[in-house]
Structures are given as C-alpha cells and as structure tokens.
C-alpha cells in the first residue's frame, strides 16, 4: 500500500509528446479513474507507472520513493490487462501463483494466498482450469486474482473491462468495486468509459491530447466541469452547447441564445456573470435533463421556450427529445408521459440553475 | 485432418446453395487429394516393391509391379551388414546434435529479434531469413576452403570427419528455425510477456517459462525442420566425407550399393526405405503440432 506521485512527466515518441507533462497525486487506498478519448495518453501514463515505458522526462514516485529507472518487477505493482494476458498453458492456480513463485515464497503461503484471492473473487471451483475453459468474466477475475495474491503496493488496470459485453460489464464493474472495498490497495484505472469512470472512482482524471484537462470527485466533474472538453466528455447524453450572448434589459442580466429566446439569468448566475464583456462569443452549456417539460408551476430560475421537436427517442423511464436552435442541435430529456411526438411543438422549461456558461473560443467554464 | 474431413461431411442438409457448393467442393478436393496421393505414394510403394525382390527377380522381365517371389533377404543383409548401422548411427547422432545445436542458437535469437526491439533488429531479422536463401550448392566450396584454412592454421582436422557436419548444418537449419520462431514467438500478445515481467520475470524466465512452452507448436515445427533437413542432406556429406566409416546414411547407401555401374537396386531401395522410417515416423507422431506451427509461422513471420 502507497501513495503515487507524478511530477511533471512526459512522454515523447520520437516528435511526438504522447504526454505533455502531467502532475497528479495519488492517495493511499484511493481509486483514481484516469479516462478520456483513444490517444490521450492515458494508457501511456498507466504503463509510466506500471514501468513499462521510460518516462521522458519528470519524476514519478510510488511510496515516496522516486522509481523512474526502477524496473517493473521491483517497482512491487500489479497490472490487469484489457486482453487478460493470462498464461496459457497453466491453471488458474498456477497463474495467479506465477509471481509468488518466482519469488519463492513458501509453498504454504502460496497456497493460503490463491485460496484466499479465488475466495474473495469467487472462482474457487474453477482453480484447476486452464484460461481457454473459462469465459470472459472469469478470466478477468483471474486477471484480477493475480493481482491480488501479491499485495501489491499499487494494483494497476488498463480498460479491463473494454472485452466484455455490456451485461458482464456491469456485474464485473461492481465486482471491482467490492474488491477494492476489501483490499484497500492504491488503484490506478485506465478507462475510456466515462460511465465506469463515474461509477468506480474516489477521484477521475480527465485526460485529452496529453494532458489532464481536470481531476476531481465524481460529482465535481459532473457538476462543476472546468472546460468545455471535460463538460461534454462526462455524462451521457452529453451536455448541450448552445451560442449565446449576454445582454443588459430593463435592469436585469439577461441571456440570448436565439433572436426570439432569452432568458433573464437567476440573482446568483447573473452576479456572477455581470463583470463579463456582453460583447463575447459564449456558450451556454445544459445538461439534457435540465431541459425537460413545462409545468404548471415553475421554481425560480427556471424558464419556458416554445420549439418543434424533430426526433425523440422514448427510453423508458425518459424520453429524449431533439430539436434544433438556430441549426444548434439540442437534446433533452423530458417524462414519457409529457405527450413528446415527433415533428410536434411542446413547450420546453429550462433550469438556468444549472447551467453553465462557457469562452466559446478558450472552452473556459465561467 | 482426417477426422475435420469427416466432420465436415457429416451432416448432409438438402436444401441451401451453401452445402451444395459445400459438398461440390469437397467432391472437388477428393479428387485432388486422391490424384496427389497417387503421385506422390508410387515412388515409395515401387521401392517397398523391389525391396522384397532378389536381384534375380528384378533383373527378370516379369511384371515390376508384382512380386512373384518375396524375400527379406535384402533387409537381412543390410540390418546385419556393420557398414549400413555404421552410416545409419553417423546420420542419428549427426541429426540430433544439429537439432539440438540448432534450438540452442534459435530459440534465444528468435526470442531477442521478435521481442527486444534494438537498432537493427528488423533488418537482422530479414537478414537471416536471406541467409536461407543462398543454396548450399553455392556455399560448399568456400565452407571447405574455410575448413581447409582452418587445418592448415590450427592443425584441426573437421575435413573427412562425421562431426565437421555438426557444424556445418546449422548454416542451413539455424536461419529458417529462426525465422519460424520469430513469427511464432511474434503471434504471443505482448501483454504476456508484460504480465511475466510486472510478475517479477527476468527476460531468461519469460522465455523458459512463458514463451517456450506457449510456442510449443512452433518449437516442435522448427524441430522437425531441422531434423529432415539434417537427416536428408546430400550435398555436404558427400563434399565433407569421403571416408566408408564417416559416411552418412544417403551418401553411404549411394557410395557403397553403387559399383561402378552396377545397381544394387534391391539393396538400395531397402536402404532408402529404411532411411526414410525416422522423420516418417516423427512426422506421424508430430503432425498436428507441424502444420499448426509451419501455418503460424507463415501468416505472422
């Protein structure tokens, strides 16, 4: 068990810089969730940890102690693989006993630790067996239980679960979690699913071109976005950018998204937007389900627009709807039962509680 | 293949174009496999023919594909003659020590240019597989000026020695069981060999304890490569050996059945019978594990 520490690491292939210099600190016991689109370089950054690839320049640490020419074996750390990478030709036990036993831990121990890992991970019966008679759900367990029967200071998981369909996805999502509640150890996880991102990690490093666009809770990414990348990157149905502007009317502060839309901005959105030049481009970011059906009585903040919806997509327990603003295309999600029918006019309300505004040209969050 | 054979023509369904083009195709297949068979099984079944004859009997102008009289009396004479187990122990002992000798160098070189990446490695790689390439037809002539100057220089006679062939094979088997080893060792997923690795192998243990038994097939393809060629070689022995006692097995069978222009032929075809037993036999028992690793070897390499 340790803490991780990156200070300033890069990673170059020859002109290109895979990784543009990242900082991050990893607390012990924590989950850290590094997400983000295919060639971030958030796997490069994992196999950095892992000791896989030289680091370019930077330091990174693990237990305080600087392991940038330390190589893997010693770095005492554990990886799972998207593709398992189990072992061929030996059982389950002698797989997830192959490092213990290059280390020549006791026979004894050996034992008590892959009956113990098989225990936690549910795979007792299955200890005999060679990796091509099990499905894919158990082998990644058995990815994982090698993992665990070192006791590894940091376990490591590049998109362990990317191989399996959605349904095993799930169940295996949860099994790590619990897993993890039971063994503690310091995790790094490597995913391109921002749903699995949400849902397994303490804190989610958002990774886009190299760099991390933002690190925080769960909730903070969702919530309190810090640039439009990592907005739009979190949540699905992805959150709506609308071009807007901001005008002065009668004394209040008001927002302009179409010529016959605006809204005037709640008290606590418009102090803080008031010092903003009206003359910027922005962006009005809003999640789909803080644009849902009218009703009767609307809270403070929220306010109601007329359209005509062209699709909607009925979910079941929602239905989304999309419609256009200007060219703008704009998805929300309103109640099944609200009467949304293709190609007819509903009236919308959003909630500009939520919302954000952002520099449409840095993608600044304001 | 026998049996994929078989399943695949089991279950006949009527109805669809894709069983009738199925079914065309393994018409089509049989035909050909009967006619190759055919090709290809006359030679041995002639020499197993006139092995059972007496030098009579072939030289008598009866039906040569019948034998009217059988006797084993060529079998006899060359199972006791010391001569033939002289040449028949040179040709064992000369094959394994190559094989060995050649999965000694192979495996670590394929293992270091399919999964070290250093400068060079690919063209190296390439480079060996071009060494295959040159016939040996061309490369005996210097090879014996080299063992010559080696002579002359260290007072070291290879020259007319049964075990200058040790050496000299692995020129012809070491490029190619490279080469099918690289392509089988570069079909392991990298994960794995990343996996021994964070698990605390060392590149030798990787290789002992992951990469040769996963590669087996392949490993067991290169083998009986290097064992047939070995085993069947012509033109070095008779170069490099002159000597009755130093002769291997199709050179002896050649040197000493054939006088002048009298053929033995009874004999010789008892000898090139019983020479073609251990790699028939080998392959036999290997089969399965040659073709899945020649096939590996082929779409990777």
Redesign the interface.
């Known amino acids: 068990m340790a803490d991780v520490s990156l200070r300033k690491v890069i990673k170059r292939y020859d002109d290109v810089e895979a990784v543009r210099g990242i900082d991050l600190d990893i607390a012990d016991h924590e989950f850290i969730v590094l997400v983000g689109p295919s060639g971030c370089g958030k796997s490069t950054t994992l196999r950095m940890i ?3 690839e030289d680091i370019s320049d930077g330091d990174i640490m693990i237990g305080g102690d600087v392991v940038n020419d330390v ?3 010693d770095r005492d ?3 799972v ?3 398992y ?5 030996m059982t389950v036990a002698e797989n997830m006993s ?2 213990l036993r ?2 020549h831990y006791p026979k004894a121990e050996i034992k008590a630790r892959v009956t113990e890992a098989a225990r936690l991970l549910d795979i007792t019966d299955l200890i005999d067996r060679k990796p091509k008679q099990l499905s894919g759900g158990q082998r990644q367990r058995v990815a994982m239980g ?1 993992a665990i029967v ?1 006791n590894p200071k940091v376990f490591l998981f590049d998109e362990p679960l990317s191989n399996l369909d959605a349904k095993l996805r799930v169940q295996m999502r949860i099994e790590i979690k619990k897993v993890h509640q039971k063994v503690r150890t310091t995790t790094v996880y490597v995913t391109h699913d921002q749903v699995e991102a949400m849902t397994l990690a303490d804190r989610v490093v958002v990774m886009n071109k190299g760099r991390i666009e933002q690190i925080g809770t769960p909730n903070e990414l969702y919530h309190k976005p810090a640039t439009r990348f990592v907005a739009g990157f979190i949540g699905s149905p992805a959150m709506n950018f609308i071009p807007c502007r901001l005008e002065d009317a009668a004394g209040t502060l008001r927002i302009r998204l179409t010529d016959r839309i605006a809204f005037a901005l709640p008290p606590a959105r418009a102090a803080r937007y008031n010092a903003l030049p009206r003359s910027d481009k922005l962006l009005l970011g809003i999640r789909p389900e803080h644009l849902t059906e009218s009703h009767a009585h609307l809270d403070p903040g929220v306010e109601t627009f007329d359209t005509v919806l062209d699709v909607t997509e009925p979910m079941g327990m929602e239905t989304l709807v999309y419609f256009g603003l200007d060219g703008t295309p704009v998805c929300g999600r309103v109640n099944p039962n609200a009467g949304a029918k293709d190609g007819a006019p509903m009236r919308l309300a959003m909630d500009l509680n939520n919302m954000h505004l952002l520099n449409e040209e840095t993608g600044v969050v304001l | 293949m026998s049996t994929m054979a078989i399943d695949k023509a089991g279950p006949t369904r009527k109805l669809g174009s894709m069983s009738r083009d199925r079914a065309w195709a393994l018409r089509w297949s049989y035909f050909f496999l009967v006619l190759f068979a055919i090709f290809f099984l006359t030679p041995p079944v002639y020499m197993l023919i006139t092995s059972l004859k007496s030098s009579a009997e072939i030289s008598a102008a009866t039906n040569p594909w019948w034998v009217f009289h059988p006797t084993l009396s060529n079998y006899v004479e060359l199972l006791t003659s010391n001569q033939f187990l002289r040449f028949f122990w040179n040709s064992s002992i000369i094959s394994i020590v190559v094989v060995i000798v050649t999965m000694i160098i192979s495996i670590p070189a394929a293992f270091a240019l399919a999964r070290m990446k250093f400068w060079g490695s690919a063209t190296l790689a390439t480079g060996v597989f071009l060494t295959y390439l040159i016939p040996d037809s061309l490369l005996f002539i210097p090879l014996f000026k080299m063992l010559g100057v080696v002579q002359d220089l260290t007072g070291i006679t290879l020259l007319n020695r049964w075990y200058v062939l040790v050496f000299i094979y692995p020129t012809l088997t070491v490029p190619f069981c490279t080469w099918i080893m690289i392509g089988y060792f570069a079909s392991i997923p990298k994960e794995l060999d990343e996996a021994a690795i964070i698990d605390g192998a060392s590149w030798l243990q990787t290789l002992l304890r992951i990469f040769i038994p996963v590669a087996l097939p392949g490993l067991i393809a290169a083998t009986i490569f290097a064992f047939t060629v070995s085993w069947a070689q012509f033109l070095y022995p008779l170069v490099f050996t002159t000597s009755i006692d130093q002769l291997v097995l199709p050179v002896g069978i050649t040197t000493t059945l054939i006088k002048g222009d009298v053929f033995n032929w009874g004999q010789i075809m008892t000898g090139a019978l019983l020479g073609a037993a251990p790699p028939l036999i080998i392959y036999a028992f290997l089969m399965d594990y040659y073709i899945a690793g020649l096939t590996a070897g082929a779409t990777k390499g």
């Open positions: 892992a000791g896989l190589p893997p074996k750390i554990a990886m693989f998207q593709n990478a189990l072992y061929p030709h192959f490092g290059l280390k090698r070192r």
